[in-house]
């Protein structure tokens, strides 16, 4: 499963300055997790959300494994999300329903329709849930509400949703900008365990603290005004690269 960009440009137009994407061709390849940095503004959550489809490139391509995302009917999108997984910044939980609930949910793009009108899921379906809690380190918290975890707790629920997807691509949107330090550090392991897990997998995350991005990733992407400015590995990341990235304060 490779992911291709090329030649993307996203311009929202409304806002009246520089397009949020500009001109980006990028290619993420099976074993790879990037990290994504840069600026706020700097076209991080577009570039995600250009390779699900949740926005469409106002020029250019997004191939997932040689289809165009951005020319597939509603029913293809639909099968091709199924097999990327998402983790957002604020988790995208549903709070009063329990962790099992939510993980479950993870799994309706793969169901028939009336199976997810009808609100039913199989014993095989809660096992592969209760599985992947297990994988995230929440093994008897599916009963729990979501509202009565903690911020780290609910970001392992959100993954544990994205893992139950079986996804060939796996996108996390600065999932660790509202967590502490310690808490941080610890969904960017269980990020890194679960990629390593799967050679075949695309992992990309965005990411505002470069030094967990370097420890963390073995592939950067850096993002200026919407432009790639640096694509190559942590190593390379020395003061210079960053100054490329970020800029003066």
Same mark, same amino acid.
């Given at each position: 499963?490779?992911?291709?960009?090329? #030649?993307?440009?996203?311009?929202?137009?409304?806002?009246?300055?520089? =397009? /949020?994407?500009? $001109?980006?061709t990028l290619d993420f390849?099976?074993?790879?997790?990037?990290?994504?940095?840069?600026?706020?503004?700097?076209?991080?959550?577009? &570039? +995600?959300?250009? +390779?699900?489809?949740?926005?469409? =490139?106002?020029?250019g391509s997004v191939e997932?494994?040689?289809?165009?995302?951005?020319?597939?009917?509603?029913?293809?999108?639909?099968?091709?999300?199924?097999?990327?997984?998402?983790?957002?910044?604020?988790?995208?939980?549903?709070?009063?329903?329990?962790?099992?609930?939510?993980?479950?949910?993870?799994?309706?793009?793969?169901?028939?329709?009336?199976?997810?009108?009808?609100? %039913? %899921? !199989?014993?095989?379906?809660?096992?592969? /849930?209760?599985?992947?809690?297990?994988?995230?380190? &929440?093994?008897? %918290?599916?009963?729990?509400?979501?509202?009565?975890? !903690?911020?780290?707790?609910?970001q392992r629920v959100a993954?544990?949703?994205?893992?139950?997807?079986?996804?060939?691509?796996?996108?996390?949107?600065?999932?660790?900008?509202?967590? $502490?330090?310690?808490?941080?550090?610890?969904?960017?392991?269980?990020?890194?365990?679960?990629?390593?897990? $799967?050679?075949?997998?695309?992992?990309?995350?965005?990411?505002?603290?470069?030094?967990?991005?370097?420890?963390?990733?073995?592939?950067?992407?850096?993002?200026?005004?919407?432009?790639?400015?640096?694509?190559? #590995?942590?190593?390379?990341?020395?003061?210079?690269?960053?100054?490329?990235?970020?800029?003066?304060?």
């Open positions: 499963m490779t992911v291709r960009l090329r #030649r993307v440009t996203v311009d929202y137009a409304s806002g009246g300055g520089l =397009p /949020a994407l500009r $001109d980006v390849r099976p074993g790879e997790m990037t990290g994504v940095l840069g600026r706020s503004g700097a076209g991080k959550s577009t &570039l +995600i959300r250009c +390779i699900n489809a949740l926005v469409k =490139p106002s020029s997932i494994d040689g289809r165009d995302v951005t020319r597939l009917g509603s029913r293809a999108l639909r099968d091709c999300r199924a097999g990327i997984g998402m983790v957002f910044q604020q988790f995208g939980l549903v709070p009063r329903t329990s962790a099992l609930t939510n993980v479950l949910l993870g799994a309706i793009g793969q169901r028939p329709a009336w199976r997810n009108a009808l609100g %039913f %899921f !199989s014993a095989r379906e809660r096992a592969a /849930a209760a599985a992947a809690l297990e994988a995230v380190e &929440l093994g008897g %918290f599916g009963p729990r509400r979501v509202e009565q975890l !903690s911020g780290g707790q609910r993954i544990a949703r994205a893992l139950v997807q079986r996804p060939a691509v796996l996108l996390a949107d600065e999932p660790v900008s509202s967590l $502490d330090p310690v808490t941080s550090r610890g969904i960017l392991e269980l990020l890194a365990r679960i990629h390593r897990e $799967d050679a075949r997998r695309v992992t990309v995350v965005n990411l505002h603290d470069v030094e967990l991005a370097l420890a963390y990733c073995n592939r950067i992407v850096g993002l200026r005004e919407g432009r790639v400015v640096f694509d190559g #590995r942590p190593d390379e990341v020395d003061a210079s690269v960053r100054q490329t990235i970020y800029g003066g304060a």
